[in-house]
């Protein structure tokens, strides 16, 4: 049962949905780092249900750092955050301890626990758990920032309506980390919650794209096979509840490009090795160029819709139908972008720290 990542930095999670509390433990961090309780907040507040389209259910999220943490900052040992569950409705949920709802876990929980799991919102397997990932995140974050390493997501795409792309990389992420809607283009918001909102009217959910970019990485980072920094990227995306692809820089638009276009050319700027384009994601054979690491999520529709579904009773094994009621996201897009921009955090960090060493955030 594995619910630690990393290898230099380790960040395991515990907790469910509707459970006493949720938190996580991080491990290997650097001692001395001086703990932003503002960015925490801002960070857990960026997650939080803000508008019509997101779901009811609001949590204080008041965490508390239990270990770790000596007179504001890290001591080197175990970092524990623990967040209590406070507003949760569980009676919404016990139909699904025998009727699977598409799309979610239900079922594969089932097959796996051998029916001992807490079904209530989702258990383990709810999206209530990335509030952990956010809060550790952010620790880690802030201590790349002083580093010159900033990280930033921002819906790219959603009810079919775009915003721009990352321009001023630096700027732009700054101004994501005190957003209330992870956009560039402010002009992308209302439209998005527009169509939103029409979709939600009819019943029904809508997914998108987030797009993350990690600025100020040094190149040499990351490894030629089964490390690589796509990969260790692309673990952490897929450990996100709803994301269903990755795909780094131009990614699967490649499939249509000639070599003389795809190939992104270097060019000396003072000491900097730089590329006319960046095609490639900042990354060339698993490995970071220096460049900004750009890459792409597809995050699909929120599966709780409430429209009548064909599904099964697995326990009684019989074909039924299903009309979920409770507290759901029409889209969860704009509360996962801050999870994938600290889970990316902890990724480039657990890179860092296992290339020069323990003391490389101080």
């Known amino acids: 049962m594995k619910n630690t990542f990393g290898n230099a930095v380790k960040v395991t999670l515990f907790g469910e949905s509707h459970g006493d509390a949720i938190g996580a433990v991080i491990d290997g961090l650097t001692p001395g780092i001086e703990i932003d309780y503002e960015f925490i907040d801002?960070?857990?507040?960026?997650?939080?249900?803000?508008?019509?389209?997101?779901?009811?259910?609001?949590?204080?999220?008041?965490?508390?750092?239990?270990?770790?943490?000596?007179?504001?900052?890290?001591?080197?040992?175990?970092?524990?955050?623990?967040?209590?569950?406070?507003?949760?409705?569980?009676?919404?949920?016990?139909?699904?301890s025998s009727v699977a709802r598409p799309g979610h876990a239900d079922y594969t929980a089932n097959c796996k626990y051998h029916g001992y799991q807490d079904y209530r919102g989702g258990g383990h397997f709810s999206g209530r758990i990335t509030v952990a990932l956010v809060a550790a995140g952010a620790i880690i974050q802030s201590a790349l920032e002083k580093k010159g390493v900033y990280v930033g997501t921002h819906i790219k795409k959603c009810a079919d309506v775009c915003d721009r792309d990352f321009e001023n990389y630096v700027e732009d992420i700054k101004s994501l980390h005190v957003a209330q809607f992870s956009i560039l283009d402010e002009n992308s918001k209302e439209k998005m919650l527009s169509k939103t909102t029409e979709i939600?009217?009819?019943?029904?959910?809508?997914?998108?794209?987030?797009?993350?970019?990690?600025?100020?990485?040094?190149?040499g980072l990351g490894e030629p096979w089964f490390d690589s920094l796509e990969s260790m990227l692309s673990h952490a995306m897929f450990s996100i509840p709803a994301v269903k692809g990755v795909e780094f820089g131009i990614g699967f638009g490649c499939a249509n490009m000639k070599g003389s276009e795809m190939n992104d050319e270097f060019y000396v700027s003072g000491e900097n090795i730089l590329t006319k384009s960046n095609n490639n994601g900042g990354i060339n054979g698993g490995i970071s160029n220096g460049m900004p690491i750009v890459f792409n999520c597809a995050v699909k529709p929120t599966s709780s819709i409430p429209r009548k579904q064909k599904t099964v009773n697995f326990i009684d094994k019989y074909d039924t139908e299903i009309e979920i009621s409770g507290?759901?996201?029409?889209?969860?897009?704009?509360?996962?972008?801050?999870?994938?921009?600290?889970?990316?955090?902890?990724?480039?960090?657990?890179?860092?720290?296992?290339?020069?060493?323990?003391?490389?955030?101080?």
């Open 200 to 219: 939600k009217a009819n019943g029904d959910s809508v997914g998108g794209i987030m797009q993350t970019a990690i600025y100020g990485v040094p190149a």
């Open 327 to 362: 507290r759901h996201d029409s889209t969860i897009i704009p509360r996962a972008c801050v999870v994938a921009e600290t889970l990316s955090a902890i990724v480039i960090a657990d890179l860092l720290i296992g290339r020069y060493g323990t003391d490389y955030l101080l």
């Open 42 to 96: 801002r960070q857990l507040n960026r997650r939080r249900s803000k508008t019509q389209v997101c779901t009811q259910r609001v949590e204080k999220d008041d965490y508390r750092i239990i270990s770790g943490v000596f007179d504001g900052h890290t001591t080197g040992t175990p970092l524990c955050i623990v967040i209590p569950n406070r507003d949760t409705k569980s009676s919404d949920y016990q139909l699904f």
